[in-house]
T-cell receptor, first 115, second 115 residues
Framework: DQQVKQNSPSLSVQEGRISILNCDYTNSMFDYFLWYKKYPAEGPTFLISISSIKDKNEDGRFTVFLNKSAKHLSLHIVPSQPGDSAVYFCAARVNSGGSNYKLTFGKGTLLTVNP | ETGVTQTPRHLVMGMTNKKSLKCEQHLGHNAMYWYKQSAKKPLELMFVYNFKEQTENNSVPSRFSPECPNSSHLFLHLHTLQPEDSALYLC??????????????FGSGTQLSVL
């Protein structure tokens, strides 16, 4: 049973426009959420995160929104650039005392930004 | 370059072979992880080591045998694997296991094919 779901396997966007990547989760114990980006032949790299006590976190062109009541988060990239083309993974963590390192990942969404 | 190096990048092995995957991190981190990414599946945590001690074995079959001789090196010994074990094996490290918002730093992975 997938606790973190990225229902769109792929997304195609024009350069300069906004990219919106979505992620849904089922475990209400998740208290911290992260987005990782992965280029082909490379490992995932951390992009941005948000704590469950916030509803928005912004870092340059990247903004993550969290809607706890809907158990939904989204990553907005604006403006999108061709170099943003990659697989984006949503991940979530349960704060279970000393074991709050375990991340549950989604399957990823392949973003293609067309010039 | 994330500071986490994995070798080999690609590996093809028969079901009767024994091989090892190697991971080395140059970040001064104390926690190291093995993840598995099968096609069209989320990243799955396999093993966690903290200060060379195994703290997590996520119900991984015994044909996968991890070894962590020190905080900078992590191995995954493989023997009598099955074709369904073909996947991308990712090593990751973090400064500590928990107590904070520890980001994972991933290596580029070893793409394993079992024939």
């Amino acid at each position: 049973d997938q606790q973190v779901k990225q229902n769109s396997p792929s997304l195609s966007v024009q350069e300069g426009r906004i990219s919106i990547l979505n992620c849904d989760y089922t475990n209400s114990m998740f208290d911290y959420f992260l987005w990782y980006k992965k280029y082909p032949a490379e490992g995932p790299t951390f992009l941005i995160s948000i704590s469950s006590i916030k509803d928005k976190n912004e870092d340059g062109r990247f903004t993550v929104f969290l809607n706890k009541s809907a158990k939904h988060l989204s990553l907005h990239i604006v403006p999108s650039q061709p170099g943003d083309s990659a697989v984006y993974f949503c991940a979530a963590r349960v704060n279970s005392g000393g074991s709050n390192y375990k991340l549950t990942f989604g399957k990823g969404t392949l973003l293609t930004v067309n010039p | 370059e994330t500071g986490v190096t994995q070798t080999p990048r690609h590996l093809v092995m028969g079901m009767t072979n024994k091989k090892s995957l190697k991971c080395e991190q140059h970040l001064g981190h104390n926690a190291m992880y093995w993840y598995k990414q099968s096609a069209k599946k989320p990243l799955e945590l396999m093993f966690v080591y903290n200060f060379k001690e195994q703290t997590e074995n996520n119900s991984v079959p015994s044909r996968f045998s991890p070894e962590c001789p020190n905080s900078s090196h992590l191995f995954l010994h493989l023997h009598t694997l099955q074709p369904e074990d073909s996947a991308l094996y990712l090593c990751a490290s973090s400064l500590t296991l928990g107590g904070g918002r520890e980001k994972l730093f991933f290596g580029s992975g070893t793409q394993l094919s079992v024939l």
